[in-house]
């Protein structure tokens, strides 16, 4: 075992033996360290929420904005290690959806749904709802470094009830598994808001290019599945959800389908915008996103509010 593998052992276990409150003061602990050194994945986070709330927003108000999305990331991860310990009951009232009917009237019918979301709130904690409400899902994951890191989050989400489909290095390409499950009415959720394969569809985001998965927009397409997109945030009580949808999909005889999917892609991160400009401060995106350049951090030149490298 690697050390990082052992440090993520390490933190499972011990996270889901405290008590949360115990964790979370912990987890929050750390996450105000990190908002005060200012690392390079707290800076980047810095530069994609000034994109968000523009450059007015004065610097004592962003910094504030800016620690509360640190806290909210360091929630997920408590969350996250404490779900396999949960009851079936537990992780059904640690999550609430709205318009989840939508979704339990596709399954009741065999319709597949497609799900598009953000890396937002608590992802997570939503597709182990889904699965307690005994609807089946499938979702596709990044492969992580060491392989043994990935391997304990794919058990982890696969004793949650979840189909984890592995986005490279499977024994079948990960789209064709998707078609497959949305033809036997599997609900299936996709982090939609930054592209892996630098192949993604170019879309405008909060001003500014960006490319974007093209899989949400293809398989509703290719399956006529009803595709939906959610917004994702915390309360202090849970994670919550709004399942907003079903997105209007382009009549084949408007365009090309590479136009059709560019045109959907669009409204996919037209919706995904307005819902993390509602609750900024869950949005967990530490990765560059834009094409053309971001603000810079510099306190004084941007007013982030953010120290420098630690």
Do not use: C, K
Request: aromatic share 8%; hydrophobic share 45%; glycine share 10%.
């Amino acid at each position: 075992m690697t050390p990082v593998e052992f440090g993520y052992a390490a933190a499972w276990r011990a996270v889901r033996a405290m008590p949360r409150p115990v964790a979370a003061a912990l987890f929050r602990a750390g996450a105000d360290r990190a908002h005060r050194r200012g690392g390079p994945a707290v800076r980047r986070l810095a530069e994609n929420l000034r994109r968000v709330v523009g450059p007015d927003l004065p610097a004592a108000e962003f910094d504030l904005l800016l620690r509360d999305a640190v806290r909210s990331y360091a929630r997920y991860w408590m969350e996250m290690f404490r779900l396999p310990s949960l009851s079936r009951q537990q992780r059904l009232a640690a999550f609430d959806l709205a318009g989840s009917q939508m979704l339990a009237d596709n399954v009741a019918a065999g319709q597949g749904s497609v799900v598009a979301l953000p890396h937002a709130g608590n992802w997570d904690a939503a597709g182990a709802w889904v699965a307690a409400n005994g609807w089946p899902l499938t979702t596709v994951a990044e492969r992580l470094r060491p392989e043994g890191v990935y391997d304990r989050f794919v058990a982890a989400r696969e004793r949650l009830g979840m189909e984890i489909v592995p986005a490279t290095g499977g024994p079948r390409p990960p789209f064709d598994v998707l078609l497959d499950r949305i033809g036997q009415g599997h609900v299936v959720p996709l982090l939609a808001d930054r592209d892996l394969s630098a192949r993604g569809v170019e879309v405008t985001f909060f001003g500014g290019r960006t490319r974007m998965p093209a899989g949400p927009a293809l398989l509703a397409l290719r399956t006529g599945a009803p595709l939906y997109v959610t917004t994702m945030w915390f309360e202090p009580d849970r994670a919550r959800g709004a399942l907003e949808g079903p997105l209007p999909l382009p009549d084949p005889a408007s365009g090309s389908l590479d136009e059709r999917v560019r045109r959907l892609t669009q409204q996919v991160a037209d919706r995904m915008a307005a819902g993390i400009a509602r609750h900024p401060q869950d949005w967990h995106m530490m990765q560059r996103l834009w094409l053309d350049g971001q603000p810079g951090t510099d306190r004084g030149r941007s007013g982030t509010g953010v120290a420098g490298p630690g």
